[in-house]
């Protein structure tokens, strides 16, 4: 009975260190190419849940309050900050009460912190609505502040999970590594446009467009967040055709209308570029976002109007 009852232990004792060797961390992201670029770093070593839809505008997310159980189990929790999600993100974290993911501890994790962060407004220039009150918040879409994001990411994980730092590191050289060979690439790609004026729907490509040249020139937001006016609209169309705008980038959830419009009046072509891992099925990770984006962006300039 007794050497049953310790096969009984030892048996319980091995499915209990099974079971913890095999536990993942949990990992909730705010947007999906934070996501997976926590998943490159932690792969199965990790969980990633991500709040915003891939479609969704970045700013405006219909968050679930299913989430908050999400975020009470999160072992980390990575925000893009800049005030991305100020209107959406603090309410699910205050009902998640977990205090691993709260400022300040190492399970929380400001994937801006240590971005070259670009349109950083003056106090004078700040417009009632503007939703980049702190400087513009998409800097994931420049490839190389999306290498800075994976470092943070691997730091952060190798605090929490000290023993399998090696693995981290080691997943985060393979992500560097190819993240470096296809931005040589990409940059290939888009030289021959190298300083092609464009349009774009709201102040979402900046990071974009400096990393690879191109001359962001005007919006069809007057301001980030304030939608196209008609004013607006009839002073951009004769400086578009001025300046001899070839291409107008727009989010996949953003209205046809005005774009089209503007399209119509200047032979500029519009392309529809899924700024989330997710957003279109052949973008299945970090870096296929921008081997889709780019090829689009080259077809569309190579194209005679
Ligand atoms: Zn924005």
Known sequence: MKIKYQIFLSLLFLLSWAAAAHAKLNIVASTPDMGAIAKEIGKDKVEVTNIAKPTEDPHFVDAK?????????????????????IGWLPNLVVGARNQKILAGEKGYLVASAGVPVIEVPTTADRAMGDVHPMGNPHFMLDPVNGKIVAMHICDQLCQIDASNGAYYKDNLKGFIKRLDQKLSEWQKMLEPFRGTKIVTYHKTFPYFANRF???????????????????????LIPMMKNEGVKLILIEPFRERKTP??????????IVVFPIMVGGQKEIEDYLSIFDYTINQVVSALKTKS
């Open 65 to 85: 309050p299913s989430f908050i159980v999400k975020l009470n189990k999160a072992d980390m929790l990575i925000e893009g900050g800049l005030q991305l999600e």
């Open 260 to 269: 089209e419009f503007a399209a119509s009046q200047t032979g500029a072509k």
């Open 213 to 235: 040249n191109l001359n962001v020139v005007g919006t069809l937001e007057p301001k980030p967040g304030i939608p196209p006016s008609p004013t607006h609209i009839n002073s």
